[in-house]
């Protein structure tokens, strides 16, 4: 009992070291991918690779989730809103819930599955097959070579997906509020575009800015985990699995200061 | 041409290199020898500049690698190419893109129809001109060997480092590779390093051959003096045997 207690804290406290230890090696990377900028336009093909990978074959899937946020939140918000005679205004909560937080988050996190933990098993296959020991051999900057492309390409295609989500979420959200409701979609969307003509927009797009930043977290923490493979396919595994853990967590705790910030900088 | 004075190398707590000298000569093929995880691997990697020793000094050409910086060592590692244990080809790259990589990278300057008579000629000395356009996943063990032993000398290396080429292949298949090695020093006249625990081959290819054992060079010799080597540890792991201080 007291020994597996010690053990459990034993283990607790290296895994909070590694954690550190990571953030340390993730942000490395991270600046030194920034500073390859001047390969942009050599890199142009592979980027647009890239781009079509985590972008192209996302869509499918985020539609499913775009729909389905939009729906669960008109649902929940529609009935307290309904209680207060106010339901004409769910488009806009919707509107402004998927833009602000829903819609980012949502992108991020089918990303980090889809496209992140991809990206650790793509670097540390490579990594544990002598692949990223050949580039250096080669005087070719994995960084440069393999993580760049990769970085630019989701910090493009993110903020799109995001937009692409909102609005489905929207488009979802109209569905359930004139079926569960009983809202009719006019009125829906009359609100939504009454609304977007009087109101400073910028807080709505602030959330774009996100995307840009989750873009960049996915990149650099799968591309880091993948560098860092070890053992093997076993470790290939680990790589990946370990990759999504500290991306959600990444996007979790960026994600709110991020809001605080943006609503302390655009909010009324 | 290549020295190693005195080299140690901790990985994960363990002493892997401890003391390690070397010294090959310009021209020569010096193959080393070794049971598996003694540090051959190792040995590469600190040659090529990919780790760095914890003590101790690695000088190839004259110039002491240990404390270079990015720019020098990059010259350096473009006159020394790798054939690494599995080829390490670029899995979405097909066998010409493999070998031209570090021509599009590094001379920018190669018009296509050049990038491509080089490839070409280096395909032709590993004998895989018809295999050009495969993928690496399409090919055998011993075509992605002579695949990333083209792409090694694209750039014609003055040293080239193999790990372990005829690891995995039938015999035949072996002995093109080693005939390929030995080609590689009569026709480009380079200096070869090669790390293997296959002895015919060790006996074949090379000018001189050391063993390392506990982290350093035990024996070293020519194949007739390695063959009749009376270190006990030699001789045990040259003919096999399961009994001996190797496996005490
Ligand atoms: N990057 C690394 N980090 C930690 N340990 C390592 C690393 N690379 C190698 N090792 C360890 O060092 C030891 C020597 O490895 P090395 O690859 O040099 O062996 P080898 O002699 O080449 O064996 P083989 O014939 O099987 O290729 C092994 O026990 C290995 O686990
Ligand atoms: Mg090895």
Redo the contacts with the bound molecule.
Sequence with gaps: MITSSKQYIGNTGRQIVEIFANMGFICRLFWATMKCYKSLAFRGRVILDQFFICGIQSLPVTLIVGVFTGMILALQSGLILKDYRLENYIGVVILLTMCKEAGPFMTAFILAGRVGSAMAAELGTMKVSEEIDALEVMCIDPVEYLVFPRMVALAICAPILIVYVNLLGVLGGAVVAKYQIGLEPVIYFKRILIYMSTYNLTIVFAGLFKGIVFGFIITSVSCAYGLRA?NGAEGVGEAARQSVVYIFLLVLISNYFMSALIERIFGS | MIELKDVYKT??G?K?LQGLNLHIREGETYVII????????????NIIGL?KPDSGEVNIMGQCINNMGKEESYALRQKMGVLF?SGALINWLNVEENVALPLVEHQRHLSKSEVQSIVQHKLELVELEHAGKRMPSELSGGMKKRAGLARAIVGNPKIILY??PTSGLDPVMSNQINDLIISMQEKLGVTSIC?T?DMSSAYRIANRIGM?YEGQIIEEGTADQIKNSQNPIVKQFISGSTVGPLTQ
Aim: charged letters at 35%.
């Design positions: 070890r | 990985l994960d363990r892997i070794g049971r598996s995880g003694t540090g051959k691997s190792v040995t590469l990697k780790m244990q790990d372990e790390v625990h390392i």
